[in-house]
């Protein structure tokens, strides 16, 4: 079965400074991969959406990597602020047509920016 | 974006009671929406497919006698845990997609459950 492994150790970065999130999965590659974003206490918000024949997706101060043959995503948040602490998710969808929407979540990275 | 809206956001319920969680797509209609559940640091686990008109489709070890899901319009979803015991005590999440599955899924704002 697919397995996504996400650092489970907090990434604790200084104001201003590039974070970078992994995602490894271990079986098969996904149709496509989301990173989602979650505070405490809410449910996941959607960020960015990145399919297979894509190798980079950019949105403001965010950007993913898709890299099959590694079988990893990194997610790249620049020039971080401090309101940009949450929890980030990734989520992989199976390649299969009738089951490509059931999401497999990572248990996701919590991130802290110091000010 | 869309909105997903979930209520209630915390409900505290008695072990053997029975409680209801709604989910509804405030801005667009859902034919199918999906039902997980979190425990503390762990990932979300998809439990369900809520489908409307339909039976919902459940995933390998979930108890569809437990966890009842009517989906009777295409902007609401329930979810009801019945007999509830201390162990389904967790965080309850809904989603669906707006534009089409396989696009970005939007989430409702999640329900805590603690069963006492």
């Known amino acids: 079965s697919q397995k996504i492994e996400q650092n489970s150790e907090a990434l604790n970065i200084q104001e201003g400074k590039t974070a970078t999130l992994t995602c490894n999965y271990t079986?098969?590659?996904?149709?496509?991969l989301q990173w989602y974003r979650q505070d405490p206490g809410r449910g996941p918000v959607f960020l960015l959406l990145?399919?297979?024949?894509?190798k980079e997706k950019r949105k403001e101060r965010l950007k993913v990597t898709f890299d099959t043959t590694l079988k990893q995503s990194l997610f790249h948040i620049t020039a971080s602020q401090p309101a940009d602490s949450a929890t980030y998710l990734c989520?992989?969808?199976?390649?299969?047509?009738?089951?490509?929407?059931?999401?497999?979540f990572g248990s996701g990275t919590r991130l802290l920016v110091r000010p | 974006g869309a909105v997903v809206s979930q209520h209630p956001s915390r409900v505290i319920c008695k072990s053997g009671t029975s409680v209801k969680i709604e989910c509804r797509s405030l801005d667009f209609q859902a034919t199918t929406m999906f039902w997980y559940r979190q425990f503390p640091k762990q990932s979300l686990m998809l439990m369900a497919t809520s489908n409307e008109g339909s039976k919902a489709t459940y995933e390998q070890g979930v108890e569809k006698d437990k966890f009842l899901i009517n989906h009777a319009s295409l902007t609401l979803s329930t979810l009801t845990v019945t007999s509830a015991h201390p162990e389904d005590s967790s965080f309850y999440i809904c989603?669906?997609?707006?534009?089409?599955?396989?696009?970005?899924?939007?989430f409702g704002q999640g329900t805590r459950l603690t069963v006492v």
């Open positions: 079986n098969y590659s996904p149709a496509y």
């Open positions: 990145i399919r297979e024949n894509e």
């Open positions: 989603s669906a997609y707006k534009d089409g599955l396989n696009t970005e899924a939007f």
């Open positions: 989520a992989l969808a199976p390649p299969w047509m009738d089951s490509s929407y059931k999401l497999i």
